[in-house]
Each structure stands twice: as C-alpha cells, then as structure tokens.
C-alpha cells in the first residue's frame, strides 16, 4: 500500500505541476470546471471524512487521557482548529500585503506569498502523510481520496497563481511539490496512533471545508453554484455506491 500510496503522491505532484497549464479554467464568469471540482471536495469532507471522524472520535473516547481528559469532542473540536487555522492564515495574508495587484497581475506582497506558501506547504505534508494512513484503508478509499485531492489542488492552485502568477510558477508549485512528497515519506517512516490519525484527519478536513468555500464565495468570482451541486452531488453518490 506505501507504493500505491507513492503513485498518488506523485499524481497528487503532477496537479501542482501542471495544472497551470489548464488556460480553460481562466475567466470570469468563474469556470464550471473550478466550481465543479469544488463540490467534489466538499463532497468527500461530508460523506468520507466526517464519518471517519465518527470513527476517530469513538477511538479517542477510548483511549481519552491527558489534557483531553475531560473533552467529549477532541475529534471536533480539531476539525473546528483546522478551519480556523486556515482562515487565520488567509487574513494574515492578506493583511500582509492587501494582495494588491500590479499591472501584470502579480501580487505586491511577497509576506502575503510566503504566509500562503508556508499554510499550503503544511496542508500538502498531511495530504501526503494520509495517503499512507488513513481511517479507512484500502486500494478504493486511497484512490477516492487522492481523487477528492488531486481535484481540490486544481482548485486552490487557480487561486495562488491568480493572486501571485511568476512566484507561484518559480517557487510556489515546486514547495506544494515537495510538501506532497514530504508527506508521503514521512507517513513511509513514521507510524503514529489511530487517534492522531484521526486528530490530523480532523484539522485537514476543516481546512479543506475553508479553502474551498474561500475561493468559491466571494461575489466577483460569479461562482456557478450549479456546476458545484453537480459535483458535489455526484461525487456523493458515488462514494455512497463504492
């Protein structure tokens, strides 16, 4: 499974790679592509994720010691963490520079970029380790998680390359890269506790749950909320079938 983990860390690779280069998901009225691939993300944080969490949070209701001694919803509440995390990190961003653009379109903030590039590069390592160790093992649950993944990357890399274009070309995409993998081999070498599985599935979910409501909100992107239901729906019924 560490090797069929490694081809989907080296898909999920080939996304930040490449995925500059789909020129048909430019433009305003946002592309039904991008709204699409949105509701698939979403769609697996609901019916995938939050069930295993379920499971993690019967795990961590086991074992329940320490400083979560007294907590019913560590599980949760680290859920809760990741989404605030993230926002955080996105208000610090753009409090950072404002992401004003300059004429070529490139943001004139580089603490706004590396703020950015640091909370991806963090969110790219757990990726990478949880292709490795997840709730629910298993050659379908790994290939519908990298799916969700790769498609979710499509997503939050149109916004970093809209926001800061020649960074994202020249450093951004190669650090996602090498988080990914970093992930990967991290979860190739260290093995820990079902509970921190969960713990860290948790916190991903809710920053996943941010990022793709972050990029799909805001007014004068003119999202296509029909093209996300689909996905979204669609997504669900399969993972339900599978």
Request: a neutral charge; proline letters at 2%; charged letters at 15%.
């Amino acid at each position: 499974m560490t090797v069929a983990a490694l081809v989907a860390a080296l898909g999920l690779a080939a996304v930040h790679v490449f995925a500059a280069r789909l020129r048909f998901l430019d433009g305003v009225p946002r592309s039904r592509w991008l709204s699409g691939a949105g509701g698939v993300s979403v769609a697996y944080v609901f019916v995938h994720l939050l069930p295993e969490l379920a499971d993690g949070q019967a795990t961590a209701s086991a074992v329940r010691s320490g400083a979560f001694g007294a907590v019913e919803r560590e599980v949760y509440l680290l859920a809760l963490a990741g989404l605030l995390v993230f926002y955080g990190a996105e208000r610090l961003a753009k409090s950072s520079g404002e992401l004003k653009h300059q004429a070529d379109g490139e943001t004139s903030s580089s603490a706004a970029f590396w703020v950015h590039l640091a909370s991806f590069g963090v969110y790219n390592v757990i990726i990478g380790y949880l292709l490795v160790h997840r709730e629910e093992p298993g050659a379908v649950g790994l290939a519908a998680f990298a799916v969700a993944m790769a498609l979710h990357f499509v997503v939050t890399d149109y916004g970093l390359r809209t926001d800061y274009k020649q960074s994202w070309e020249r450093i951004g995409r190669w650090a996602l890269v090498a988080a990914v993998l970093a992930g990967w081999a991290l979860g190739a070498t260290v093995e820990v506790s079902e509970m921190a599985v969960a713990g860290v599935t948790a916190f991903l979910g809710g920053g996943v749950i941010l990022n793709v409501l972050k990029e799909e909100l805001p007014e004068e992107r003119k999202s296509r909320f029909s093209a996300l239901l689909i996905g979204a729906i669609g997504y669900a019924a399969l993972l339900l079938f599978i």
